[in-house]
T-cell receptor, first 113, second 112 residues
C-alpha cells in the first residue's frame, strides 16, 4: 500500500520569503500522480499543483513549484514570495491506479507579516 | 461554473439520530468520493463510486452508508451517529484517469 509522509507538522515563513514543504512517499507503482492541495481556514480543499510521475520536468504554477525526485520518492513544494493568503494547511497527496488519493498528514503554514 | 456542491454546510444531529449529507456535481465526473476529516488531520477516504459501482474502504464503519442515484448526486447516510462521528465530511469528484480531484466545501457535522 502507498504511504505519504509529511514530516513538518507546522512551518512559518516571513512574508515575501521563500519556503519549502517536504513530502516523501512510498509506492511500488511506476506511473502515478502527485499533488499538493491547500486547505485554507474556510476548509475547501484547493489544488495547488500536480505532477505526473512519467514527466521529468518539475511542475510550476506561478509562485508554486515542486522538486520531484522520483528515485528518492520525494516531492517538495516551494512557495516563492510568500503572501498572507498562502497561510493554510498544505497536503501532499498521491493518486494510485485505483483512482484513490492518499493524503499526508499535512503541514500548517503560517505567514508572518 | 462547474462545481461540487455540498449541503448543508453545517449539520447538527443528536446522538443516534440518522442523518444524511448530500453532494451534487455539475462536472459530469464518473468518480465520486466521500472523505471524513477530523480536526487537524488528513482526510480519510470512506468510500467511492466508479459510476454506480460502490467501493467501500475496509475500515469504514458499518454505520456509514452511501447512495448514488445518478451521476450528479451522491449521499452519505450515517445510521446512528456517535460523538466520534463529529467531523468535516468532504465530497470530491474526478474522471477516471484524469485527475485531480475536485472538492466541495464540506459539511461540518456536530453530534450532540
Amino acid at each position: 500500500a502507498q504511504t505519504v509522509t509529511q514530516s513538518q507538522p507546522e512551518m512559518s515563513v516571513q512574508e515575501a520569503e521563500t519556503v519549502t514543504l517536504s513530502c516523501t512517499y512510498d509506492t511500488s507503482e511506476s506511473d502515478y500522480y502527485l499533488f499538493w492541495y491547500k486547505q485554507p481556514p474556510s476548509r475547501q480543499m484547493i489544488l495547488v499543483i500536480r505532477q505526473e510521475a512519467y514527466k521529468q520536468q518539475n511542475a510550476t504554477e506561478n509562485r508554486f513549484s515542486v522538486n520531484f525526485q522520483k528515485a528518492a520518492k520525494s516531492f517538495s513544494l516551494k512557495i516563492s514570495d510568500s503572501q498572507l493568503g498562502d497561510a493554510a494547511m498544505y497536503f501532499c497527496a498521491y493518486l494510485n491506479r485505483d483512482d484513490k488519493i492518499i493524503f499526508g498528514k499535512g503541514t500548517r503554514l503560517h505567514i508572518l507579516p | 461554473d462547474a462545481m461540487v456542491i455540498q449541503n448543508p454546510r453545517y449539520q447538527v444531529t443528536q446522538f443516534g439520530k440518522p442523518v444524511t449529507l448530500s453532494c451534487s456535481q455539475t462536472l459530469n465526473h464518473n468518480v465520486m468520493y466521500w472523505y471524513q476529516q477530523k480536526s487537524s488531520q488528513a482526510p480519510k477516504l470512506l468510500f467511492h463510486y466508479y459510476d454506480k459501482d460502490f467501493n467501500n474502504e475496509a475500515d469504514t464503519p458499518d454505520n456509514f452508508q452511501s447512495r448514488r442515484p445518478n451521476t450528479s448526486f451522491c449521499f452519505l447516510d450515517i445510521r446512528s451517529p456517535g460523538l466520534g462521528d463529529a467531523a468535516m465530511y468532504l465530497c470530491a469528484t474526478s474522471n477516471t484517469g484524469d485527475p485531480p480531484l475536485h472538492f466541495g466545501n464540506g459539511t461540518r457535522l456536530t453530534v450532540t
